[in-house]
């Protein structure tokens, strides 16, 4: 399986972007998918996930600003960030754990993408 997440950039605050992350290979049906953040020096931070449901959960932090989608067809997940802020700043990081569990600890993913930096700044 290979992630790429792509869709960052510079923004001001209370702008909005989406950033997208491509699944290929083999996908398991029950697959859970979910963005990460991570800003400088610090660890990987659990942002939002996506069961094959379409159960969606967000940390505090996002909630009402960020939501998480899925197109199954085309194995894409994406995730619209409105009302940005700089604390928002980060490379963020898509990931796929194939059992469809959600956790909140990046290291009990099975597969990670690279990231894709997003700057929130005036």
């Known amino acids: 399986v290979q992630l790429q997440a792509c869709g960052g950039g510079l923004v001001q605050p209370g702008g909005s972007l989406t950033l997208a992350c491509k699944a290929s290979?083999?996908?398991?049906?029950?697959?859970?998918m979910s963005w990460f953040r991570q800003a400088p020096e610090k660890e990987h931070k659990f942002v939002a996930a996506?069961?094959?449901?379409?159960?969606?959960s967000y940390r505090d932090s996002v909630k009402g600003r960020f939501t998480v989608s899925r197109d199954y067809v085309k194995n894409m997940m994406y995730l619209q960030m409105n009302s940005l802020k700089p604390e928002d700043t980060a490379v963020y990081f898509c990931a796929v754990r194939q059992d469809g569990w959600v956790t909140s600890n990046w290291n009990e993913y099975h597969f990670w993408g690279q990231g894709t930096l997003v700057t929130v700044s005036s």
């Open positions: 996506i069961t094959r449901d379409g159960d969606t």
């Open positions: 290979g083999r996908i398991q049906s029950t697959s859970s």
